[in-house]
């Protein structure tokens, strides 16, 4: 029998208590939980929920959680937050039983033979996989989100249900001992189960589960940001009460008959904003924000109109998900105004039933949908077939769970096909994430894209609104390119899977070819045979496996040679005056410095290195990084490689440029430059530099579209700003769709 993280069975303070979706405060009896789900259910299934309440409490029996309650409180609690979310009866079951397979004697077949395969097959799919063995914890956690991701397609039900069994563990997690246990618990909430709980739109519980994880992830940002609002609720005096009486009495004065409610930004809301705009608490606008509540969509625009007839609009504020709404089914009209009293407050206005789904998502089909039995695969939502996606194409469970918080945890933008459809992707996303949304072999055959009817580089960002055509090439394959600006879980999950495939391919002929050499160096006649009976000796399965991990540099070719051929003697490798020479020469290169230092802050005779990934030149601010036995790398300020040396502040040193114009060598600016794909731009781009005094050091193309050329140009200058100049001149010729310094790479 496995024992469960104990953690007790009372709800955890929560200064959300408004919006949260409020735990049993003592043990609910049988009778207790069948009203609650006769209250909003006529149709309940008594036997069911009467003989699963008992089997859960026999089959947990005596077990107990860290607080001391029986271990049958949690499965019971769960159950409750179901009926609150009015929730079916075969649901309600479930969550009785979730636990019994896990932690108890009881096997799944024991589920299926007392209540039917319908329970069973949800209990299966709520149930970690416990038993299984991985190396990594991590590898763990990603199996079983992996198992429940591949379950909750076929039933929906399934994730309510472990989003319920998931708020309840956070509302107790404080009953926990370890604080690492509780840390990770907290990080997994907010990666995963919140973003889940937001994509099928059950605001309430994203809230909650959002707060609860916060407070023990940054409880000192979560005191701050509650002390600020209490001090705005103490100065404002009822500003939130006049505000809201005075909306009323303009709808009332417009016949529009309505209800206004008055709510507060949640504190990790809140954060998380200040966190992505860079900005203070005072700069936010949306910290107040007012629902208005009508009776049909025709009386939301009414109120729209009759607010922005009546106070200033904030520009840029609103945002219309009724005529299109979010993939989760979220629908209402948000504003911002200068309000009453002159205060910047955000409203929504909807109608009651879109209320219901913004507060419930998925679950408010139950709650309203009676006639018809709501549909319960979850193969209806975009978003869950694009984790299926991902569950395919995943190498390891890692990169799989990093894919999928990739797919989950990011704002979005929508996007529309030429034919209307609405495509929601991550901030950042572009046309190629939007290619791998509409479908993998869309986005693998991908060479460019059209934005608002204008070509545009791949790498551009999308913008909400703006409509998308993607242009496809029969026979095109993803560029390895690809992966370094695409932000969606499914295109870097499909683009890693194509690398892999022709990485292998690449490897195999490279591994066979390095064999053969061998043999022809040694007169040894290749034969695949012989290879194919030692394989197994290097752990791989076929001959393939074996060239493959030849061609990675994961085996030596000699090493597999003498183990296909141990009775063969070697020869000697013959060593000529010109093999000799040419290594030296070869040696002597690689050492070779870029150019003098011209640098002040360096201790005299110091060995300096000018990082090949930000190229810094005389003019930016940079720093040094000191390593062991190479002596001082220097960098731009700004570079990113600067992030792996955080930890280590020691080895950073301040350094900057003499002030000796005139005396230093030409060195090399590295530029990002997109051209449009037609005669002469290439030309035209060399002449440019060669007339403002650049030589070209370096140039490759990383990617070519029948549209557009992206090169990596290296170029001899002067300093900062004769590159400058070089990039204002670049840019101002029509042949250059953009040109930007490269920042590190």
């Known amino acids: 029998m496995h024992t469960n993280e104990p953690i007790k069975t009372e709800a955890a303070p929560s200064t959300q208590s408004s919006r949260a979706l409020t735990p049993p405060m003592r043990l609910m009896r049988q009778y207790e939980l069948v009203e609650r789900v006769k209250a909003y259910d006529p149709g309940v299934n008594e036997d069911l929920l009467n003989r699963a309440y008992v089997f859960s409490m026999q089959a947990h029996g005596t077990q107990t959680r860290a607080s001391g309650d029986l271990f049958f409180t949690h499965p019971l609690d769960v159950a409750g937050i179901l009926t609150e979310m009015k929730l079916d009866s075969t649901t309600i079951a479930t969550a009785l039983l979730h636990d019994t397979v896990e932690d108890t004697l009881v096997s799944l077949e024991d589920i299926n033979k007392q209540f039917g395969p319908s329970v069973a097959r949800l209990v299966d799919g709520v149930t970690k996989l416990s038993r299984i063995e991985l190396q990594t914890d991590q590898a763990k956690q990603a199996e079983n989100f992996r198992k429940l991701v591949v379950a909750m397609s076929e039933d929906i039900r399934v994730l309510l249900i472990k989003l319920a069994d998931r708020l309840h563990n956070m509302r107790t997690l404080q009953y926990l001992k370890s604080a690492e246990k509780r840390r990770r618990i907290a990080r997994e909430t907010l990666d995963i189960y919140a973003p889940l709980a937001q994509r099928i739109g059950i605001e309430k519980m994203q809230e909650e589960l959002e707060d609860l994880a916060f407070t023990e992830l940054n409880p000192d940002a979560r005191d701050s940001i509650l002390a600020r609002l209490n001090f705005l609720r103490n100065e404002g005096g009822a500003l939130a009460q006049r505000i809201q009486k005075e909306l009323k009495e303009l709808l009332f004065d417009s016949e529009i008959e309505a209800s206004v409610e008055g ?41 729209l109109g009759t607010i922005h007839s009546h106070y200033h609009v904030i520009p840029g504020r609103f945002k219309d998900y009724i005529s299109t709404p979010k993939p989760n089914q ?66 390891k469970p890692e990169e799989f769970l990093e894919n999928t918080k990739l797919e989950l945890f990011q704002d979005q933008v929508f996007c529309f096909s030429p034919k209307g459809d609405l495509i929601a992707l991550p901030n950042g996303a572009t046309p190629v ?18 934005v608002n009817g204008r070509m545009v580089p791949l790498r551009t960002i999308l913008r909400n609104g703006d409509q998308v055509e993607i242009v496809t090439q029969k026979g095109s394959t993803p560029s390895a390119a690809w992966e370094r600006f695409v932000v969606t879980g499914k295109a870097k999950s499909c683009i890693r899977r194509f690398i892999r495939t022709q990485q292998r391919t690449e490897n195999i002929l490279i591994g066979k070819q390095l064999l053969e050499k061998i043999c022809k160096q040694e007169n040894v006649e290749f034969s695949d045979k012989i290879f194919e009976t030692i394989a197994n000796k ?15 540099s994961m085996q030596q070719p000699r090493e597999v040679f003498n183990a296909a051929y141990p009775d063969h ?59 062991t036995g190479r002596g001082v790398t220097i960098h731009t300020r700004d570079c990113v490689t600067l992030e792996t040396f955080i930890k280590c502040p020691e080895r950073w040193i301040d350094v900057g440029w003499n002030d000796d114009k005139g005396k230093i060598e030409p060195m090399v600016g590295r530029l990002d430059v997109t051209l449009i794909n037609q005669p002469n731009s290439l030309a035209a781009m060399t002449s440019i530099i060669g007339k403002n005094d650049g030589n070209i050091f370096n140039m490759k193309i990383t990617n070519r579209t029948p549209e557009f050329i992206d090169l990596i140009v290296d170029v ?22 953009s040109v930007d310094r490269t920042k590190g790479r």
């Open 263 to 303: 709510r507060e930004k949640a504190p990790y809301s809140i954060w998380r904003k200040m966190q992505r705009k860079n900005v203070g608490f005072e700069q936010l606008s949306d910290i107040m924000a007012f629902r208005i509540i009508v009776e049909t969509t025709d009386q939301c625009y009414q109120v």
């Open 569 to 627: 003697r070697p020869k000697q490798p013959e060593r000529t005056a010109e093999k000799l020479l040419a290594i030296k020469q070869k040696a002597a290169t690689f050492a070779k410095n870029l150019a003098p230092a011209t640098l002040k802050g360096l201790l005299p005779g110091m060995q300096v290195h000018y990082a090949r990934c930000c190229h810094p030149l005389p003019g930016d601010n940079i720093v040094g990084i000191v390593a």
């Open 330 to 395: 979220y629908q209402s009209l948000h504003t911002g105004i200068l309000g009453p009293e002159q205060q910047r407050i955000e409203i929504q206005i909807r109608t009651k039933e879109m209320h219901e789904i913004a507060e419930l998502g998925v679950a408010a089909h139950w709650a309203y949908k009676h006639d018809e039995a709501p549909r319960t695969d979850g193969l209806q939502y975009r978003w869950l077939r694009e984790l299926l996606d991902i569950v395919e194409h995943a190498q």
């Open 538 to 552: 290097f752990q791989a399965s076929t001959t393939e496996d074996l060239y493959a991990l030849v061609g990675a």
């Open 433 to 450: 994430d939007f290619a791998y949304a509409i479908h993998g072999r869309v986005g693998d055959a991908c060479v460019g894209a059209k």
């Open 716 to 737: 001899e200058v002067r300093d900062l700003r004769h590159l400058t100049i070089i990039v204002a001149a670049l840019r101002a010729h029509p042949s250059v769709n």
